[in-house]
């Protein structure tokens, strides 16, 4: 029964939090995809066990643009950023083998926090990994930011989460000169897990822990910041920023170009 608290769980969390908009529909939407599994096993159903499941969640989307920012007259918006840097990990990581990589969006649509874990434990994903830029009404900060788990609760994950992380923040300053800012472990002053130590703060990062994936978020620097707006304002550098998180991927998982 183990199973039906988090379900619980993810019920109350979204009540309390509003899953930054999600309805409760949307919430009854994890039930519903959980439900397959009892959430204690990242295993694949595979019978090739070498092959490494990577789901690739493009930030905000269609209704919600998330943050945005102005370069030479030019307005840029979060969502179609992440969504080219996202595309660009998806076919960077396809030139690699024993992995098969799924998006939550492919396209400029709208789709709850709580829809994209479903998602990413349907496809029973080894990784969950959030594509984002950042924003700061301090327009001089910059850098790139991992967000993970603090580990209270499913270690094994948050650890995964922080190699990784950790790897793609030195890609993207070896490659692009991004500051690299390091983690960010932020908790939830509220919401508990179920072995009642505090949760995370961040939602996809929380959602993805209670759905056992590893989880997190990378932020690719500021979009409120010119210097970094720059490294990002065009396709090439986009694509860039991609093949640099593919890569960090690659090496965790030790994966090997086709
Ligand atoms: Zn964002």
Redesign the pocket.
């Known amino acids: 029964m183990e199973f039906i608290k988090k379900i619980a769980l993810v019920l109350v969390l979204c009540l309390f939090t509003g899953c930054l908009g999600v309805s409760s529909a949307m919430a009854a939407e994890v039930s519903v995809s959980t439900s397959t599994s009892d959430g204690t096993s990242l295993t694949n159903d595979s019978s090739d066990t070498d092959t490494v499941v990577i789901t690739i969640d493009a ?2 989307g269609g209704k919600d643009s ?2 945005s920012g102005k370069l030479k007259g030019k307005r840029y918006y ?1 969502k179609n950023l ?1 969504l080219t840097i996202a595309k660009a990990i998806r076919d960077e990581l396809l030139t690699y083998a024993n992995v098969e990589v799924y998006m939550t969006r492919s396209t400029d649509k709208y789709i709850s926090l709580a829809k994209r874990v479903a998602i990413a434990k349907d496809y029973d994903s080894d990784l969950l990994y959030s594509v ?3 924003w700061s009404s301090s327009k001089k900060t910059n850098g790139a930011h991992a967000l993970v788990s603090s580990g209270q609760y499913r270690k094994s994950l948050a650890k995964i989460a922080w190699a990784v992380g950790s790897l793609t923040l030195s890609e993207l300053n070896q490659d692009l000169g991004i500051k690299n800012l390091g983690y960010l472990k932020r908790k939830s002053y509220r919401l508990k897990y179920p072995n009642k130590k505090k949760a995370d703060y961040y939602a996809i990062v929380r959602m993805g822990t209670l759905a056992n994936i590893p989880s997190l978020i990378m ?1 690719h620097g500021y979009i409120s910041n010119k210097s970094d707006l720059k490294k990002m304002d065009t396709e090439e550098e986009l694509k860039a920023i991609g093949i640099a998180d593919a890569t960090a991927i690659a090496k965790y998982y030790g994966l090997v170009k086709k």
């Open positions: 930030g905000h998330g943050a979060e992440n984002h830029i950042d932020e």
